[in-house]
């Protein structure tokens, strides 16, 4: 993948869209039907998508010790998306 391909040139996230999405891993949080690793790991994705740098390393940085190699590595390229914009 090229760099160019990362960028979203002149196109904003859905924010409303995306912020639906984060309300709804919330609720599968609270409703046990995903565990914290999964939670932090996909709503780092999610801010890293709308360009909220604060809260997409928030999250990544709230990986828990024991979660798997997978969801730590959409964390941190979450967060690598994130500074190299």
């Given at each position: 993948?090229?760099?160019?391909?990362?960028?979203?040139p002149g196109?904003k996230?859905?924010?409303k869209?995306l912020q639906?999405?984060?309300?709804d891993?919330?609720?599968?949080?609270?409703?046990?039907?995903i565990?914290?690793?999964?939670f932090?790991?996909?709503?780092?994705?999610?801010?890293?998508?709308?360009?909220?740098?604060?809260?997409?390393k928030?999250?990544?940085?709230l990986?828990?010790?024991?979660?798997e190699?997978?969801?730590k590595?959409?964390?941190?390229?979450?967060v690598?998306r994130v500074?190299?914009?």
């Amino acid at each position: 993948m090229n760099l160019y391909e990362l960028q979203n040139p002149g196109k904003k996230a859905n924010s409303k869209m995306l912020q639906k999405m984060i309300d709804d891993k919330i609720r599968e949080l609270n409703e046990k039907l995903i565990d914290e690793s999964q939670f932090h790991s996909q709503l780092s994705s999610l801010y890293g998508a709308m360009y909220n740098s604060e809260a997409c390393k928030k999250h990544a940085g709230l990986m828990p010790g024991w979660s798997e190699a997978q969801e730590k590595t959409t964390a941190l390229i979450s967060v690598a998306r994130v500074l190299v914009f």
